[in-house]
Structure formats: structure tokens, C-alpha cells
């Protein structure tokens, strides 16, 4: 493919990106929300429709080669950074309760709602897809939280400190762990192509891996940073031993059969819990990740979806989804708050928070994409679910957490 053509590929993508995110910014929404809607106005529905014959020239299957890789390597890094940020906030053992009742119930009943939904579902499954590792796969998709997106929400109304937020966050935390696990189980069960000895191979190949990057590559790491950057900023050869690690985990998890998202998100898991490091990794590797590769992920993401979805047999499907994910996730975490003795309006105020999923989800669809697990008409109606989940969490905040969703509130010690 020539190298102009990628070129022009790259352009558009991020002009496109950037548009959208400044367009739902300025409406209150977060950025990231308008660049995954980047990702569906430039895939068949919007610009595939209105320029039909540019759009193929320029997405050409055959030209996609360079994209892909690039948002892998994207999507690499993101998951490696989401890992690094995945930590207990402050005072979370006074909440300890609370966010395991939260995510624990928050995780459960949109699962227990995916599974019971997927019935009727799994006849837009791709041929050959059994029910059960379909259903399963449909359980997680709708169980995820997007914990970045969840505590950006958070930092921009000055909540991060409060009860509430901090509830939030530590609920968050412990619902993606389960979340993940679950996906992992299912694409090892799916992606071994060996029955159940495959499956064997792979889930203990995982256990394996966990082994190595918490009982070796942790407390190497934890030296290499005390040794050569005391100050938790890393020289230029130590980052390059943290890239290396990060994608030699992505390298394993893929070896493997599982996704490569899951071995860059352990060993991002696995750094020092320390917040000089993760602002230095963010300014040195997320930025990038975020404004020149993630976009291309949405762009691809786009690509898959299908005007097929919105027929009325789609929609009737999309209605489906959308009253599972966000009854189950609103009800799973507003009754897990209640049960840890949080009023109604606060119970309410962290089920909305944990029925936002953004660019966890499609991440989360991507892996399932891959996989086989889904087709173009599920992808896109999930991609929907996804973008509209988000969206209503800072209006349902608002909502139920009225002045409470702007104003401070610190954490009793």
C-alpha cells in the first residue's frame, strides 16, 4: 500500500476524532464519547453512505494493514496504562464493604441479564458460535465498567475525593477484575480450537503468566525503578524496559490464544503503585496512545459496524441490550450501595456511574470481534449500547447526586 495513502488514512481519522471529541465536550460530554462516534461516522453508516466510492477507495481491505497494527499497538499501551491506574483510592478499606457489595452486585445481575437475554440473541451469532460461550461472552460484554472514563467523570466535577466518588472508583476497580477474568475464561474457551484440552492449555498457560508478572517481573520492576529512577521518572532506557515488558506480557497473552489487551493489562498492573511514575508514563506513553492511535481503533471499530442493525429486527435486538445493560448495571450497583447502608439518592448516583462503559466496552467487543464470537449487526449494536450508556451517566449524576455531582465533598478519615 503506499505509504500517502496510509498517510491520508491517518489525516482524516484524526481530524475526524478530534472534531467529534471538541463537539461532545462542548455539550458536557466527554471527549473520548465524541471519538468513538468518530469511529462510526467514518464506517459505512455515515461516510461509507454519503461518499461510497471514496470511502471504499480509502478503506480499502487491502490498505488496512498499517491501521491495524497501529491500533494495536495503541490499544496495547491504553490497556497497559488502565492496568498502572488500577489501584484502591485513598481511605477505600473504610469502603471496603460498600465496594464489594457494589461491584459484586454490579457485575452479577448484568450478567445474569446478558445470559437470560442471549436466547434470543444468539441467532445473529456468527455460524458455528456455540450458545454457551456465547452467552457468556454476552454476560461480560454487558457486566464491564470503563473505569478511565468513570474517573475522568469524576476529576472534571471535583468528586474523586468524595464518599461517593471514592465508592465509585473501589466498586469500578473490583467489577473490570471480575469482568476480565470472565472474558479471559471465555475466549480461552472459544479461541484454544482444541476442546476442552486446549482450554486446559490455555487457562493454565494464564496462571502461568499471572505466576511470572506478579512473582518475577514485579519485584524486578519494583528494583530497576528504585535503582535507576529514584525520582519515579524513568530514563529513557528504563522506559524502554517497561515498553518492552508491557508488550513482551501482550506478545505471551496472544501466543497463548487469549487477546493481547489482557498481558499488557497485567503487567501495567504489576508497576509500583506510585503516582509520580503514572503521571510520567501518562505524559510519555498515553498521550500518544490517546491522541494519534486510539483513534484509529474507532475508525477500525467503525468499520465493522453495519447499517444491517437498525432494521426492525435489529432494533428490536438493540432494545434489548440497552434495557439489560443499563437496568442491570443501574438496579446491580444502586441495590449494592443500599445493602452497605447508602440512602437512595446515593445508591442511585453510583449505579449511574457504574453503567458507563466508553472505551472499556469497545475493547471489550473488540476481543469478542476477533474472536468470532460476534458479527458486524451485534458489534454495532453494542458499539450504540456503548456510546449511550456513557452518555447518560453525567445526566443521571446530575439527577440523583443533584449540587453533590459539582461540589466536593472530602472523605471522612
Known amino acids: 500500500m503506499p505509504h500517502s495513502n496510509l498517510l491520508l488514512q491517518l489525516v482524516i481519522i484524526l481530524v475526524t476524532a478530534r472534531a467529534c471529541g471538541l463537539l461532545l465536550r462542548y455539550v458536557g460530554q466527554p471527549s473520548v ?4 462516534a468518530a469511529g462510526i461516522v467514518l464506517g459505512p453508516i455515515v461516510f461509507g453512505a454519503l461518499f461510497p466510492g471514496f470511502h471504499a477507495e480509502l478503506f480499502a481491505p487491502a490498505s488496512l494493514g498499517g491501521l491495524s497494527s497501529l491500533s494495536m499497538l495503541g490499544l496495547v499501551l491504553f490497556m497497559f496504562i488502565v492496568g498502572a491506574e488500577l489501584r484502591a483510592p485513598n481511605g477505600v478499606r473504610a469502603q471496603m464493604k460498600a465496594a464489594g457489595a457494589v461491584g459484586a452486585l454490579g457485575v452479577l445481575l448484568p450478567m445474569a441479564l446478558g445470559i437470560a437475554i442471549s436466547p434470543w440473541l444468539h441467532p445473529l451469532a456468527p455460524a458455528g458460535v456455540g450458545f454457551w460461550p456465547f452467552a457468556l461472552f454476552m454476560a461480560a460484554a454487558m457486566s464491564i465498567t470503563a473505569f478511565p472514563v468513570m474517573a475522568r467523570i469524576l476529576k472534571d466535577r471535583g468528586m474523586t475525593q468524595t464518599r461517593l466518588g471514592q465508592l465509585a472508583l473501589s466498586s469500578a476497580a473490583i467489577a473490570d477484575v471480575f469482568a476480565w477474568i470472565m472474558l479471559a475464561l471465555v475466549v480461552a474457551l472459544i479461541g484454544s480450537g482444541d476442546g476442552r484440552a486446549g482450554f486446559l ?23 530497576l525503578l528504585r535503582r535507576y529512577a529514584p525520582d519515579s521518572r524513568p530514563s ?28 499488557a493489562f497485567l503487567f501495567g498492573a504489576c508497576l ?31 468499520l465493522n459496524t453495519t447499517a444491517d442493525a437498525f432494521t426492525s429486527t435489529g432494533l428490536g435486538a438493540l432494545a434489548l441490550i440497552l434495557v439489560a445493560a443499563v437496568f442491570g448495571k443501574i438496579a446491580g450497583g444502586a441495590a449494592g450501595a443500599r445493602l452497605a447502608g447508602y ?31 460476534i458479527g458486524p449487526e451485534l ?35
Request: include cysteine; charge should be neutral.
Open 236 to 263: 529513557v532506557m528504563v522506559l524502554a524496559a517497561i515498553v518492552i515488558g508491557a508488550l513482551g506480557c501482550a506478545a505471551l497473552t496472544e501466543w497463548l490464544g487469549l487477546h493481547a489487551v489482557f498481558g
Open 272 to 302: 509500583p503503585r506510585d503516582d509520580r511514575l503514572l503521571q510520567c508514563l501518562s505524559e510519555r506513553l498515553e498521550y500518544l496512545a490517546i491522541v494519534a492511535l486510539m483513534p484509529i481503533f474507532f475508525a477500525l471499530a467503525g
Open 201 to 223: 492449555k490455555t487457562t493454565l498457560g494464564l496462571v502461568a503468566l499471572v505466576a511470572l508478572v506478579f512473582g518475577a517481573l514485579k519485584p524486578l520492576y519494583a528494583w
Open 33 to 36: 464519547i465524541g471519538e468513538i
Open 379 to 413: 458489534f454495532t449494536m453494542l458499539l450504540v449500547m456503548a456510546l449511550l450508556t456513557t452518555v447518560m451517566t453525567g445526566p443521571l449524576l446530575n439527577l440523583f447526586a443533584g449540587r453533590r455531582a459539582r461540589a466536593p465533598e472530602p472523605v471522612a478519615p
Open 343 to 373: 440512602g437512595w439518592r446515593d445508591s442511585l448516583a453510583a449505579g449511574s456511574l457504574m453503567n458507563a462503559r466508553g472505551l472499556m466496552e469497545l475493547i471489550v467487543m473488540k476481543v469478542g470481534l476477533d474472536a468470532g464470537l
